[in-house]
């Protein structure tokens, strides 16, 4: 099978960058999702050996604006994406006596778009960085049907456990051999679980 990836990245003004990219994908299933009958804890795994392969491609288009004035640079970065799969593959409660499995679940679409912001700057031997970053996604059934509806908690179109938002944030302290940090993750509530 033939996979193609394309990307461009290009200086359009001072310090500002625009890029785009598509590329395809294509997953077999591991031999452990076809073959492999284990537990975690009290629940059950088994096989699929019926399981196909999952393909799709995906699609990015961004922009990015540097700044620097003298020991300090910053950056701001806006990307929309889009990937498409073909029968994605996805572990599905399929009861107690067999647990989960991995099946193919359908043709899925998941379209976001990404924010970042970012600096590094030097105060006396204090060098401070700071990135940042919101996602949202919005990840659907193509053909959304009554049986996927069931499976899910959620009653709409939504994949099962993603979240659709995403915030991130970094803050580093380097004082010469020595860094100090931390960081802040937030996720939103998943909407659809089995």
Do not use: C
Request: hydrophobic content about 35%.
């Amino acid at each position: 099978r033939n996979l193609f990836r394309i990307g461009l990245n290009s200086k359009i003004m001072r310090g500002t960058f625009l890029r785009s990219s598509w590329g395809q994908g294509f997953r077999f299933p591991t031999l452990a999702e076809l073959f492999i009958v284990t537990t975690f804890g009290s629940t059950n795994i088994s096989p699929n050996p019926t399981l196909q392969s999952e393909n799709g491609w995906n699609t990015e288009l961004g922009i990015k604006q540097i700044v620097a004035r003298g020991k300090s640079t910053a950056f701001v970065d806006a990307a929309v994406f889009w990937s498409r799969y073909d029968n994605m593959m996805e572990f599905v409660f399929t009861g107690f006596v067999k647990g989960f499995q991995s099946q193919n679940i359908g043709n899925t679409d998941i379209k976001g778009y990404e924010l970042s912001v970012g600096g590094n700057t030097v105060l006396n031997r204090h060098s401070i960085s700071v990135i940042g970053g919101y996602t949202y996604i919005n990840p659907t059934f193509r053909n959304f049907t009554e049986e996927d509806n069931r499976r899910s908690s959620a009653d709409f179109n939504i994949l099962k456990y993603r979240s659709r938002h995403l915030l991130k944030l970094d803050l580093d302290d380097q004082i010469g051999k020595w860094t100090i940090g931390s960081g802040f993750l937030y996720s939103s509530k998943m909407e659809a679980i089995d």
